[in-house]
């Protein structure tokens, strides 16, 4: 079946930092991608997606490709600022032509902790 | 913004009680999903649904059961709760695309979950 590896945290940074947190994948067919956050006590949202090769997904300063040949959507942000601080999920949804067709898979989340 | 809710936030109750987690979305959305996370905050898959009528079990296993009568609509419910099932329960819903809010119906949208606690 599908799976989503996400590099393993806390993540700890200063304000400003660069962040990138690494999440590879395994399917078949042609998923797409996605990257939640949670912050503290709520629920997730969705922070930015791609659904097909080369895709390049953006938001609030986030961004991630979609790479196909190295299966991986890693996350990265130029300069984090305290309010990133939350936990951040790599998502997998199974596409047309493989298996687990429209369910989506997490990696494991990654604690991101940012410092003033 | 996505239309989908989740009552209780919060709960405490007792070992052997009766609880229904309430899911509604107003996005006309088909698929319906509850996600349990864990201590270590993984996110598992215990229940979904395709449309009205349809449920399936997730990749984990759970005492929970589940019901879609209206699309809009997703319960689940714990006949008799015990400790090991305190957890965050999380409802998300998926379209078929063409709709306003996602039209390549792939995104799924999640509620703010519904933190429960058994004691």
């Known amino acids: 079946g599908n799976s989503v590896t996400q590099m393993e945290g806390p993540v700890t940074l200063s304000e400003e930092a660069f962040l990138t947190i690494n999440c590879t994948y395994t399917?078949?067919?042609?998923?797409?991608l996605f990257w939640y956050v949670q912050y503290p006590g709520e629920g997730l949202q969705l922070l930015l997606k791609?659904?097909?090769?080369?895709d390049k997904g953006s938001n609030k300063g986030f961004e991630a490709t979609y790479r196909k040949e190295t299966t991986s959507f890693h996350l990265e942000k130029g300069s984090v600022q305290v309010s990133d601080s939350a936990v951040y999920f790599c998502?997998?949804?199974?596409?047309?032509?493989?298996?687990?067709?429209?369910?989506?898979?997490f990696g494991q989340g990654t604690i991101l902790t940012v410092h003033p | 913004e996505a239309d989908i809710y989740q009552t209780p936030r919060y709960l405490v109750i007792g070992t052997g009680k009766k609880i229904t987690l309430e899911c509604s979305q107003t996005?006309?959305?088909?698929?319906m999903y509850w996600y349990q996370q864990d201590p270590g905050m993984e996110l598992h898959l215990i229940h979904y649904?395709?449309?009205?009528?349809?449920?399936e079990k997730g990749d984990l296993s759970s005492e929970s059961t589940v019901s879609r009568i209206r699309t809009e609509h997703f319960p689940l419910t714990l006949e008799s709760a015990r400790p090991s099932h305190t957890s965050q329960y999380l409802c998300?819903?998926?379209?078929?695309?063409?709709?306003?809010?996602?039209?390549?119906?792939?995104?799924?949208?999640f509620g703010e979950g519904s933190w429960l606690t058994v004691v």
């Open positions: 998300a819903s998926s379209g078929a695309g063409g709709g306003r809010f996602d039209p390549s119906g792939n995104t799924i949208y």
């Open positions: 399917a078949t067919g042609y998923p797409s």
């Open positions: 791609a659904t097909k090769a080369d």
């Open positions: 998502a997998l949804r199974g596409g047309a032509g493989g298996t687990s067709y429209g369910k989506l898979t």
């Open positions: 996005m006309g959305h088909d698929k």
């Open positions: 649904s395709y449309g009205v009528n349809s449920t």
